[in-house]
């Protein structure tokens, strides 16, 4: 079981930054990959940003370029830095933990913290 708790959301303008992080429970969060998602009102959960066990990173074309997911292992935190927002990236910010042993899947969602960029 892994317990994730997001943090760093708030309201900023517009061009301003926040940097979200996730602490997770646990001893083998090394091994998950983890993943930034978002749900604005209305609107499906998508995904912004992925980082890997392994380290690799994938991003959304909304956000190239302006957010940088990573990861420290040593303190089971992943972290998502969001630069030059826009109102359009107002959305609940949900932190998530991947992992298939064998044929079985495991599948972990924090509470979610909201963003919201508005003058």
């Known amino acids: 079981q892994v317990q994730l708790v997001e943090s760093g959301g708030g309201l900023v303008q517009p061009g301003g930054s926040l940097r979200l992080s996730c602490a997770a429970s646990?001893?083998?969060?090394?091994?998950?990959?983890m993943g930034w998602y978002r749900q604005a009102p209305g609107k499906q959960r998508e995904l912004v940003a992925l980082i890997t066990s392994g380290g690799s990173t994938n991003y959304a074309d909304s956000v190239k370029g302006r957010f940088t997911i990573s990861r420290d292992n040593a303190n089971n935190t992943v972290y998502l830095q969001m630069n030059s927002l826009k109102p359009e990236d107002t959305a609940v910010y949900y932190c998530?933990?991947?992992?298939?042993?064998?044929?079985?899947?495991?599948?972990?969602w924090g509470e979610g913290t909201l963003v919201t960029v508005s003058l």
């Open positions: 646990g001893s083998t969060f090394s091994r998950y990959a």
């Open positions: 998530n933990a991947d992992r298939t042993i064998a044929t079985t899947r495991l599948y972990y």
